[in-house]
């Protein structure tokens, strides 16, 4: 692996442990506590940055995403290609899932990142992947802008986690 893979894979890996962390012994109530009627809950968190990951990497990746697999366990009410970019505080609400589950989907959606990320080229990092941007998007630009994402993401999870917990949740 060059540089750029490993600084890469490290990202993704610090994201996954977060999501581990951040799931792990979460009651459903805490996973859906929200401060006020508008804020995002974990569950919605964890489950958008892992449909987000799993989206954008099966992209570039040109596989299939893994979330196909695991739609039934959710039995969310949207459509199959949803990824929660844009949904308003309602479609929040309709994420109640098990912390436990949301955590096992997104390991196996870690687990294809990784394994995308370790193989790849400087050429195939220089790729573009969308030219509907000026400068157009290479893939490694897309990979960073995941991670900028999906971090932000776990992190908000983790401060909601601190909310419920001094809630008593």
């Known amino acids: 692996m060059n540089a750029a893979n490993v600084l890469l894979v490290d990202a993704f890996e610090r994201v996954h442990e977060l999501v581990v962390a951040v799931t792990d012994g979460l009651s459903l109530d805490a996973a859906t506590y929200r401060p006020d009627a508008e804020a ?3 569950d919605w968190l964890v489950w958008h940055l ?3 990951q799993d989206d954008h990497v099966a992209g570039v990746a040109g596989t299939e995403q893994i979330w196909p697999k695991w739609r ?3 039995g969310l ?3 199959p290609d949803e990824t929660g970019y844009a949904q308003d505080s309602d479609d929040v609400a309709k994420v109640r899932v098990d912390p436990a589950l949301l955590a096992e989907y997104h390991g196996e959606v870690h687990a ?3 394994q995308f990320v370790e193989e790849l080229t400087e050429d195939d990092l220089a790729r573009v992947v969308d030219e509907n941007w000026d400068p157009p998007v290479t893939l490694s630009a897309r990979l960073v802008s995941v ?3 999906i971090t932000q993401h776990v992190g908000q999870a983790a ?3 601190g909310l419920a917990e001094r809630a008593g949740l």
Request: without cysteine; hydrophobic residues 40%; proline residues 5%.
């Open 40 to 42: 995002n809950t974990i």
């Open 50 to 52: 892992s449909r987000v």
């Open 72 to 74: 039934e366990q959710f």
């Open 77 to 79: 009410p949207f459509d």
């Open 112 to 114: 294809a990142t990784i």
């Open 147 to 149: 991670i900028g994402d």
């Open 159 to 161: 401060y909601l986690r």
